[in-house]
């Protein structure tokens, strides 16, 4: 165990719809990351919050947000979407020590969009 | 730019055989490498990291890594695959070394162990 939760497990829902995908870091963890895992694309870097900021943006797209709030938990949310957003959605947290930052993965969110 | 190779989409082992799984990065900094594992169905799990301190480091499960700056590798090595050993393994370069920042993934290494 990560110390690193999601929520929910899975998701189904159709196209268009609209969804939100939960990250609780581990206790004293300020920064969140969020990856996409996909067969196609591999395990892509979408966002980084640190301490409440958004920090560094990867291949996320516009149809996409995210935020972390004052308690450091962080929601991902997926608009409009399509089919080939099917995915493993996975959040990490770090924590900057001499010896660098080290992530730790939650279990995921297997989202599958119909 | 950092990024990470591994050589061998799919591995395949004989229990009790030496495990060999390739990674070479690229880094403009000085490399942070990690190693994590992913069983079917499950999340990545941190196996083991280099952070300059050590080129040879040890990791969970029995596993070990070594850095060679000169051939710019960090390969992880098991002297005996178990049954349990069977999952994806991923390398990973941090994108701003000790600064931290996106972790940077090889397209990963499915590991088979055979009976």
């Known amino acids: 165990d990560s110390g690193v939760t999601q929520t929910p497990k899975h998701l189904i829902t159709a196209t268009g719809q609209r969804v939100t995908l939960r990250c609780s870091p581990r206790?004293?963890?300020?920064?969140v990351y969020w990856y996409q895992q996909s067969l196609d694309q591999g395990l892509q870097f979408l966002i980084h919050?640190?301490?409440?900021?958004?920090?560094a943006k990867g291949n996320i797209l516009e149809r996409f947000s995210a935020q972390q709030f004052p308690d450091l938990h962080s929601e991902l949310n997926l608009s409009s979407l399509e089919l080939g957003d099917s995915a493993l959605y996975f959040c990490?947290?770090?924590?900057?020590?001499?010896?660098?930052?080290?992530?730790?993965f939650g279990p995921g969110t297997r989202l599958l969009v119909l | 730019a950092q990024s990470v190779t591994q050589l061998g989409s799919h591995v395949s082992v004989s229990e009790g055989a030496l495990v060999l799984l390739r990674c070479n990065y690229s880094?403009?900094?000085?490399?942070?490498l990690f190693w994590y594992v992913q069983y079917p169905n499950q999340g990545l799990q941190l196996l083991l990291k280099?952070?300059?301190?050590?080129?040879l480091v040890k990791g969970i499960n029995g596993f070990e890594a070594e850095f060679k700056k000169s051939e710019t590798s960090f390969h992880l090595t098991k002297p005996s695959a178990h049954m349990s050993d069977a999952a994806e393994y991923f390398c990973?370069?941090?994108?701003?070394?000790?600064?931290?920042?996106?972790?940077?993934f090889g397209q990963g290494t499915e590991l088979s162990v055979k009976p």
């Open positions: 990490a947290s770090g924590r900057r020590t001499g010896e660098g930052e080290t992530q730790y």
């Open positions: 206790s004293g963890d300020l920064s």
């Open positions: 919050y640190y301490n409440g900021e958004e920090r």
């Open positions: 880094s403009s900094v000085p490399p942070y």
């Open positions: 280099y952070t300059s301190a050590a080129t």
């Open positions: 990973a370069v941090s994108d701003r070394g000790n600064q931290g920042g996106k972790l940077i």
